[in-house]
């Protein structure tokens, strides 16, 4: 196995290195090289649009749009956001107003080849599979988006396992699930469950989401994996303030996934 190779494939969001990345991709630059990620999966923040990309440091291949766009007016008047959800004071503080946010994903996807990644079933894109979607694994193996490339599903190790609000899904649910979704799959978001999996995952432990990862190797899998951190909760604060601390996370992250997929 070529390890060059394989390190390729492993990519950092950059919400795993909020609130940095936010308004500044120098930063996020310098997380992403000391923890050892080869691209990134974008979202339009205040610090991305195609031109500060076309100048990073890092590639980017994939975009996803705004969690939940707003202005700080709206959210003041408890009026819901692009999504048509409540808002957060995340949404004000890393995103611009949501015509500013679609004119940044436009400017992502026309600057060069990305790959764009949807929370809703939409022909030319990557789609996220998570409760919201309203589509069940099977038929999704069976939908028309199949005939236009056999791999379009981006499979989420926190989404496969939970429903709305974080409430766990049955084992022998989410398993089938992923037995079904497994061939479909283009690309895998790693993301854990909470404190707990993070940890042992880190240490190289036995955790779901590496059963996850290991059973989609074993099957074939040969597309890229992005790590989906929120910082934080390891170690709390010190992560969200001192970027070289966040670093060092990623870092140990990074390395188990990079031994999963090795096979080591």
Not at 148 to 174: A, C, Q
Request: with cysteine.
């Amino acid at each position: 196995m070529d390890a060059n190779f394989e390190k390729r494939r492993l990519g950092v969001n950059l919400a795993s290195i909020l609130p940095w990345s936010a308004y500044s991709l120098r930063i996020a630059e310098r997380v992403t090289r000391q923890a050892g990620f080869a691209f990134w999966q974008v979202l339009p923040f205040w610090s991305v649009s195609g031109s500060s990309l076309m100048y990073a440091q890092v590639p980017t291949k994939y975009v996803e749009s705004a969690w939940n766009a707003t202005t700080l007016w709206r959210h003041l008047s408890k009026k819901p956001g692009s999504e048509g959800l409540p808002t957060k004071w995340q949404d004000v503080l890393f995103f611009p107003s949501p015509m500013s946010c679609l004119r940044r994903y436009d400017s992502v996807v026309y600057s060069s080849n990305i790959v764009e990644i949807s929370h809703r079933l939409r022909r030319g894109a990557f789609v996220e599979f998570h409760s919201g979607l309203k589509v069940p694994a099977k038929e999704m193996s069976v939908h028309g988006f199949s005939k236009i490339s056999k791999k379009w599903v981006v499979l989420d190790t926190y989404h496969l396992r939970h429903v709305g609000g974080g409430s766990f899904r049955p084992y022998k649910e989410w398993r089938e699930d992923l037995i079904t979704l497994a061939p479909l799959t283009a690309l895998v978001h790693v993301q854990a469950s909470g404190y707990l999996e993070w940890k042992r995952f880190e240490h190289g432990l036995a955790t779901e989401m590496g059963d996850i990862i290991n059973y989609l190797l074993a099957k074939g899998f040969t597309g890229n994996f992005v790590v989906e951190y929120r910082p934080g909760t390891l170690w709390g604060n010190d992560e969200i303030l001192f970027p070289r601390v966040l670093a060092q996370t990623l870092k140990e992250v990074r390395d188990s996934l990079f031994k999963i997929v090795l096979g080591e």
